[in-house]
């Protein structure tokens, strides 16, 4: 496949490109559904193909195609020549690609066990003893598992002489029980999880013990009262944390939502480029991260889909917001035009987010794997200083403004915190903040023990759309006087 490659970049040079690269993908996913024991869903789909992206006089251009011939070849690269000057009829400004030395090196998903080896009727057999599981509890009406596995091979060239092949693996599970009452009232438990690894990983999961406990809580919240209304301390759990990562703060880092040139779901951003340095996102106790190297992560690779080496950084350090999520052109564009009361000036070189969903798109500046440091005090320690306060755990829905900075969460569960410890369950829990305040309030951070890495495997973006692979860890952290809605 490099070889291929290879003969798709020489033709983009011939014809006079300033840059290009050449990406070959190759793709193999496979969803696996079950409902009320039975299988209801089994999804298998495979593809590849191959793109041009060139820097032509100022801009890009990009062709695609699925036919890895000669002639299929040579009529991509002088497509995407012909693109790249249309392009530029409607920017403002010439793009200025940095040049960097070249990358060439491999990189492969570290795992034991191939989850695509392991016959269909085991892993059906696993989903189905799952659903079992949660029909063992009488108001449990619908019981439904599902397990998700993706390969995907890709080989990347340069005119800037880079070659790289990368090999990339996951796989997940979830757990769903709906609970019905006799009045009509209807609660769900769910557990989902998704990881960089091998089959291990999802055995780790333990979904049949997952699937007993959303089957119990499930029908407990049926006769648990709800959540009462008001400003109140809350304890976030990691799993809802880490979709409040995602939204809050990894979609508003992205370079181009700050700059305006990527607007879709929920867009733009407030935190834009003027606030780089500056910006009190958070209170002392919040770090977070974005680190591509980290094992097991969704958003772990050896290179980014310009050739970028994968590396981990600050994104919000003590509180701070110090840097952005970055592609080559915006890194180099930040680094001189930032704002001149930036006290850190941020560096012209891309740290490596730049990725595309396939073979067929262009690359975007995706977030990698984004978490919450974990901070120092224990869970026992967090509890027992918390009386009055309530526990919040695993998302249930969530909406934005499309700056990112107004927010409302829901979530599956709660409980009264009283005399250090979980109490009464609640249903219908839901808190609304605006995020520099809500990040603010944060006093407190629990340690590594109870640090977990959540896999979101469907992260959107982009027009057309883009679905990437993403990871957010955190620990369960402690907020103040956050607004928190019960009922419907």
């Excluded at 009320?36 to 869903?41: D, F, Y």
Aim: glycine share 10%.
């Amino acid at each position: 496949m490099q070889a291929i490659a290879l003969k798709a970049l020489d033709q983009a040079v011939a014809r006079g490109a300033d840059y290009a690269d050449v990406r070959v993908v190759e793709r193999r996913v496979e969803d696996l559904w079950v409902k009320n024991g039975r299988p209801e869903r089994i999804g298998t789909a495979e593809d590849l193909g191959l793109s041009v992206r060139v820097l032509y006089h100022g801009a890009w251009g990009l062709a695609a195609t699925s036919d890895l011939g000669g002639d299929s070849l040579a009529a991509a690269a002088a497509r995407a020549l012909e693109i790249a000057p249309a392009s530029a009829r409607v920017q403002s400004d010439a793009t200025w690609l940095p040049p960097r030395p070249g990358e060439v090196g491999t990189y492969a998903t570290e795992m034991e066990q191939d989850p695509f080896a392991v016959p269909l009727e085991e892993r059906l057999a696993l989903l189905a003893g799952c659903c079992e599981a949660m029909q063992q509890r009488p108001s449990v009406r619908v019981a439904q598992a599902h397990m998700s596995l993706f390969r995907e091979k890709k080989w990347f060239v340069s005119s800037e002489g880079s070659k790289l092949e990368q090999l990339i693996v996951e796989n997940g599970g979830r757990i769903m029980a709906t609970a019905v009452g006799d009045d009509g009232i209807f609660q769900r438990r769910s557990f989902e999880n998704h990881a960089q690894g091998g089959y291990e990983f999802l055995l780790s999961l333990d979904l049949p013990a997952q699937a007993e406990r959303c089957a119990a809580e499930a029908e407990a919240l049926l006769s648990a009262p709800v959540c009462p209304s008001g400003p109140r301390t809350v304890i976030l759990g990691s799993s809802i944390l880490a979709l409040q990562v995602h939204e809050s703060c990894g979609h508003p880092v992205e370079l181009d939502r700050a700059l305006g040139s990527e607007a879709s779901y929920a867009g733009t951003s407030f935190m834009t480029v003027d606030q780089l340095g500056l910006l009190q996102y958070g209170s002392p106790v919040v770090n977070i991260t974005a680190d591509a190297t980290l094992p097991g992560g969704l958003g772990t690779f050896g290179w980014d889909d310009e050739g970028t080496p994968a590396e981990a950084f600050p994104v919000i350090r003590e509180g701070r917001f110090v840097n952005y999520l970055t592609s080559r052109e915006t890194a180099w564009w930040l680094a001189h035009n930032h704002a001149p009361t930036c006290p850190v000036p941020p560096l012209p070189f891309s740290n490596g987010t730049m990725r595309a969903d396939g073979w067929g798109h262009l690359p975007l500046i995706r977030m990698t794997n984004i978490s919450l440091e974990p901070g120092e005090r224990t869970w026992d320690e967090l509890l027992a200083d918390s009386d009055g306060a309530l526990f919040l755990d695993t998302p249930k829905s969530w909406s934005l403004d499309d700056k990112r900075l107004n927010f409302h969460f829901g979530t599956e569960v709660a409980y009264e915190i009283e005399g250090g410890r979980l109490g009464r369950m609640l249903r219908d829990a839901s808190y609304t903040d605006r995020t520099p305040r809500f990040w603010n309030s944060c006093d407190a951070v629990c340690n590594g023990d109870r640090w977990q890495l959540w896999g979101l495997p469907s992260c959107a973006k982009g027009e057309p759309m883009q679905i990437a692979h993403v990871a957010h860890g955190a620990a369960p952290a402690r907020f103040r006087e956050v607004q928190v809605r019960g009922g419907g």
